[in-house]
């Protein structure tokens, strides 16, 4: 049984490019998170997502990042006109039901997005 | 105040030795407590997790809960170089009928052999 699939696992910008990061949930698993983690911090998280569905978006800088998962395919993260802030590890995560609390919530490996 | 607090570190422990890492939590409601390794360059890793005040072994790993502290805790026996990474503490919160984490900034342990 596959993880989740994070791809690419690193990603250089430069400036005003734009980022999509992308996220496999593991299968069966209908239930998606982004988290951010910016250098020498903890996670934060930035949205939830069912399929077709945004459920809460509350963790989202309110420009320039956008969050889908549809029907079909992986959820994609994607940031566009990148700054140098926004260099970070994004990790996804997924869950079998609407309770993605530590135990049932399984995270990816990661995707590094570096702005140069 | 954050929802979530831990000392950042980093944290140093002789080979061998107890390694104590610490978590307080500003939400009395808060009903779980989960802690997460995650070493340098991966993705974080479900350690324990605890629901009821006291103590909660899994092998060389306790996690400690004192809910009218609003305080938990995770303690290492006999600490080995392997277990140097970050750990992070993470609380649930409940948004629209559904759960996410909220992660501590995370504790840098060192430890050395």
């Known amino acids: 049984n596959a993880g989740v699939m994070q791809n690419p696992r690193h990603l250089v910008r430069r400036r005003g490019q734009e980022a999509r990061l992308r996220c496999s949930p593991m299968?069966?698993?209908?239930?998606v998170y982004w988290y951010r983690q910016l250098p020498e911090e903890g996670l934060k998280f930035m949205v939830y997502?069912?399929?077709?569905?945004?459920?809460?978006e509350s963790g989202m800088p309110k420009e320039r990042f956008s969050a889908e998962f549809p029907k079909e395919g992986p959820s994609i993260l994607r940031i566009q006109q990148v700054v140098r802030g926004d260099s970070a590890a994004y990790f996804c995560?997924?869950?079998?039901?609407?309770?993605?609390?530590?135990?049932?919530?399984?995270f990816g490996e990661g995707s590094w997005l570096t702005v140069v | 105040q954050k929802e979530v607090e831990q000392n950042s570190g980093p944290l140093s422990v002789p080979e061998g030795a107890i390694a104590s890492l610490n978590c307080t939590y500003s939400?009395?409601?808060?009903?779980?407590f989960f802690w997460y390794r995650q070493y340098s360059g991966k993705s974080p890793e479900l350690i324990m997790f605890?629901?009821?005040?006291g103590d909660k072994e899994d092998g060389r790993f306790t996690a400690q809960l004192n809910k009218a502290s609003q305080y938990v805790s995770l303690l290492i026996r006999d600490s080995q170089p392997s277990d140097s990474a970050t750990y992070l503490c993470?609380?649930?919160?409940?948004?629209?009928?559904?759960?996410?984490?909220?992660f501590g900034q995370g504790t840098r342990l060192t430890i050395n052999p």
């Open positions: 939400d009395r409601g808060s009903q779980s």
């Open positions: 299968k069966g698993h209908s239930h």
């Open positions: 605890i629901y009821s005040n």
């Open positions: 995560a997924s869950s079998p039901m609407r309770d993605g609390t530590g135990n049932t919530i399984y």
């Open positions: 997502l069912q399929k077709e569905n945004i459920i809460d």
């Open positions: 993470a609380v649930p919160r409940i948004i629209q009928g559904a759960q996410k984490l909220v």
